[in-house]
């Protein structure tokens, strides 16, 4: 899913300042679509579920992303 992909490097570079809604609303994405993506993140370990500034999501430590890749 290359949405997927281009949302992450959103996200990344985002670094809390909107939140995750209106970080895919900015790439043209559907709410829908957005919350797909957060939940292939969050199963992947590239995310967590934490309050960062005014989203609800930040990356996930590397320690938590290296164990979904092996």
């Known amino acids: 899913m ?3 992909e281009k949302y992450y ?3 990344i570079k985002n670094r809390g ?3 995750e809604i209106e970080v895919g609303e900015q790439l043209g994405l ?3 679509e ?3 993506i957060i ?3 969050l199963s992947e370990y590239r995310i967590d579920y934490a309050i960062h500034q005014c989203c609800n999501y930040s990356l996930a430590k590397r ?3 290296k164990k979904s890749r092996t």
């Open 2 to 4: 290359k949405n997927k």
């Open 9 to 11: 490097k959103a996200f």
């Open 17 to 19: 300042r909107f939140n």
């Open 30 to 32: 559907h709410e829908a």
């Open 34 to 36: 957005i919350t797909e």
């Open 39 to 41: 939940t292939q993140l």
């Open 63 to 65: 320690s938590n992303r």
